[in-house]
């Protein structure tokens, strides 16, 4: 059980460390609570719709952007609303969409990215 325990957090800290999305099971812990979004794509913006949001949640439309010329990254965050509707994050003009999701507040665990 120990070694089982060490591989795991050495998996999640090499895809903490490098970057890649490290998913925790029961992000959404009440199965009844589960966030449904959709998202697309337009110009410098991407809109999620919330199709599904039973315990009414706050959720919103999330962008990770990079300016090709200087490399510097910087986070969008769309409307934040609870319910079912819609959100919409823009990248500044010069920059371009490296990611793309949505994000979901868990209460006690805080925002959780959702990466489409």
Known sequence: MKLKQSILVGAVSVL???GLPAFVAGAQADP?????ARGSTSGKSYTVKFTSNPCGRKARAYLGCINPDTFYKTKKYGETISGNGS???TCHPDDVIEKRGHQVYVPGQGWTTYIH
């Open 32 to 36: 009844s609570c589960v966030v449904s």
């Open 16 to 18: 903490a460390f490098s």
């Open 87 to 89: 959100s919409k994050a």
